[in-house]
């Protein structure tokens, strides 16, 4: 096993009540917790994350997505929904296009981060 993975562990079991105290009024409810999770699992995949990433720079229609990352609008389309129904990404009419861009800053902002977080360890 690689030593930077190696976990430690206490030698003996020691109940910290103040710790844990804090701890408790601090936890979200577990309805969040689960919901936090679901949004995550929506970045685990790589198709949506390479839709984010154009959306981060131009709002784009489905046509715009297709030819950019080289697939087709009907596979666009099902990430698309996927992203709509977490509040990822929202979408506007304009005649018969219809434009997609981020629902907000915060998705920046959690991309922003991501990269950052794993720039940081590559610069380590």
Do not use: W
Request: glycine letters at 2%; proline letters at 2%.
């Amino acid at each position: 096993m690689n030593k930077e993975c190696e976990l430690d562990i206490c030698d003996v079991t020691e109940v910290h009540p103040l710790a844990l105290s804090k701890v408790r009024e601090a936890m979200p409810q577990e309805d969040l917790i689960i919901d936090l999770a679901e949004l995550y699992k929506v970045f685990g995949d790589s198709t949506r994350l390479r839709i984010l990433f154009v959306l981060l720079e131009e709002e784009v229609c489905v046509c715009d997505l297709a030819e950019i990352l080289n697939m087709n609008q009907s596979a666009i389309s099902h990430q698309l929904r996927i992203l709509k129904q977490n509040k990822l990404v929202k979408s506007r009419r304009n005649g018969k296009s219809v434009f997609y861009s981020l629902a907000d800053d915060h998705v920046r902002t959690i991309i922003d981060q991501g990269r950052d977080h794993l720039e940081e360890d590559e610069m380590a």
